[in-house]
């Protein structure tokens, strides 16, 4: 028999994605490092006080999502030294993400939103694909939504720079 599933988070689904100056929807989901150790990472308590960027992608180990995850990849060391926290989330399991932080090695956990509640209470659910939107949010040290960009596409240079410009890093 199945366990139980316990809500990753109170807040509602909602239908368009959220908006600047809301309370980031707060949840506890399963997250592999790119050790490869899976915990229980609780989203905005994980800022520890600092700015987060949640990457919003679809699937692990697709050519577009690696290319999106490994741009911030790239980036990360700027990200830290600005104090920014950086957290990759889908609807794959804790097991696909523990393969894709083998292959991959990045430098930031990946959330299993595995029954995509999360998704859809930040608003980025694709239902016409039946997973994520590759999107990025920005949460201050606040808790409070300071960025959103519902649909990222990480060959578009301009659109990398955008998240970069609303970090305050160009």
Known sequence: MDEPHEPATTAAPRDKPISVGEPAPAFALPAVD?????????FPAALDGHPGLLVFYQDDGMPICTSEL????????????????????????????AKFQERDH????LIS???AEVVKAYGLWDADEGKSRRAVVLVGEDGLVRY???????????????????LGLV
């Open 113 to 115: 939103d595995f029954y």
């Open 106 to 109: 990045f430098p930031f956990p």
């Open 148 to 166: 959103v960009l519902p649909h990222f596409n990480p060959g578009n240079l301009a659109a990398f720079e955008e998240v970069f410009r609303a």
């Open 34 to 42: 790119s050790a490869g150790t899976t915990t229980t990472l609780a």
């Open 70 to 97: 490994k741009a911030f990849a790239q980036e990360h060391e700027l990200l830290v030294e600005a104090g920014v926290r950086v957290f990759g989330i889908n609807t794959n399991g804790v097991g696909s993400h």
